[in-house]
């Protein structure tokens, strides 16, 4: 089973940078999917960014250009780096994996417990 564990989030200024860190444990036999999602307060969660098997990458209209989501293997650990950000940015940001346990199996879903960010302007 994977358990994922989000850090990095915290307060900034409009204008500012964070590295958000999803830290994977447990194993898996594929990872069809990983990526990150936000949800702000009386909002339901929206996805920001995603990695597909393969490498390909897609993100949501309103954070293209400013926000990257990438992966190292070595460390199990996926990140998002998010700059020029904005107080509409302001959300619980979770990480999430969608993955086989073996060959055989189903896919899973799995989710971080969050990481809040706030912008302020």
């Known amino acids: 089973q994977v358990q994922l564990v989000e850090s990095g989030g915290g307060l900034v200024q409009a204008g500012g940078s964070l590295r958000l860190s999803c830290a994977a444990s447990?194993?898996?036999?594929?990872?069809?999917?990983m990526g990150w999602y936000r949800q702000a307060p009386g909002k339901q969660r929206e996805p920001v960014a995603h990695?597909?098997?393969?490498?390909?990458?897609n993100y949501a209209d309103s954070v293209k250009g400013r926000f990257t989501i990438s992966r190292d293997n070595a460390k199990n650990t996926m990140y998002l780096q998010m700059n020029s950000l904005k107080p509409e940015d302001t959300a619980v940001y979770y990480c999430?994996?969608?993955?086989?346990?073996?060959?055989?199996?189903?896919?899973?879903?799995?989710w971080g417990r969050g990481t809040q960010v706030t912008v302020s302007s």
């Open positions: 447990g194993t898996a036999f594929s990872v069809n999917t």
């Open positions: 990695i597909i098997s393969g490498g390909t990458t």
């Open positions: 999430h994996w969608r993955y086989k346990s073996t060959r055989w199996s189903d896919e899973y879903d799995t």
